[in-house]
């Protein structure tokens, strides 16, 4: 079945490092990619995402570009701030994402000062 | 907007207990909720999926009898933990989506210890 595969954790960061939280999955057909990002005491709230080859999904300074040819899409960040400390997953779901979402185990990022 | 909570978030039961937590769409209506379970370190695993006045669908391997799912409204999906026993213990987070969006909104998650 599908299923996805990401860095273990946990990564601890410098304040402006670069970021990069490794992620491949296996699946059939064509999935919609996901990062979602789950701040401590909260939900996950979904961060970026990626519906086709070659798509790169980007918000609040995060990237992440769906490769078909290495079944992969890496989160990446130029610069992190203290602020980013969170517990990230990958995931990929069927038809644009409405259907049910196969994640990944979670990566913790910690940054410090 | 689009919100989602849990009801509780933490709960500690006996064994052979009913446990059931709630969760709630609070400014959008949830045509689908899906209920999740996540051991520690491990990632979150579908349990079922409930589409509004229907039967949930469950994933292989989960016991309908056991885990009992109602969405009855737009805005209220419950779990209910029938005879829970300490294996049970576990993180239950469910998430909505609304027809026409493909974003899966989550709840905060509840914690139930069963002792």
């Known amino acids: 079945g599908d299923s996805v595969t990401q860095m273990e954790g946990p990564v601890t960061l410098s304040e402006e490092a670069f970021l990069t939280i490794n992620c491949t999955y296996t699946?059939?057909?064509?999935?919609?990619l996901f990062w979602y990002v789950q701040y401590p005491g909260e939900g996950l709230q979904l961060l970026l995402k990626?519906?086709?080859?070659?798509d790169k999904g980007s918000n609040k300074g995060f990237e992440a570009t769906y490769r078909k040819e290495t079944t992969s899409f890496h989160l990446e960040k130029g610069s992190v701030q203290v602020s980013d400390s969170a517990v990230y997953f990958c995931?990929?779901?069927?038809?644009?994402?409405?259907?049910?979402?196969?994640f990944g185990k979670g990566t913790k990022l910690t940054v410090n000062p | 907007g689009a919100v989602v909570s849990q009801h509780p978030s933490w709960v500690i039961c006996k064994s052979g207990t009913s446990v059931k937590i709630e969760c709630r769409s609070l400014?959008?209506?949830?045509?689908?909720m899906f209920w999740y379970r996540q051991f520690p370190k491990q990632s979150l695993m579908l349990m079922a999926t409930?589409?509004?006045?229907?039967?949930?669908?469950?994933e292989q391997g989960v016991e309908k009898d056991k885990f009992l799912i109602n969405h009855a409204s737009l805005t209220l999906s419950t779990l209910t933990v029938t005879s829970a026993h300490p294996e049970d213990s576990s993180f239950y987070i469910c998430?909505?989506?609304?027809?026409?969006?493909?974003?899966?909104?989550f709840g905060p998650g509840t914690r139930l210890t069963v002792l």
């Open positions: 409930s589409n509004e006045g229907s039967k949930a669908t469950y």
């Open positions: 998430s909505a989506t609304s027809q026409g969006t493909d974003t899966q909104y």
């Open positions: 990626a519906t086709k080859a070659d």
């Open positions: 995931a990929l779901g069927d038809q644009g994402g409405s259907e049910k979402l196969v």
């Open positions: 400014d959008f209506q949830a045509t689908t």
């Open positions: 699946a059939t057909g064509y999935p919609s």
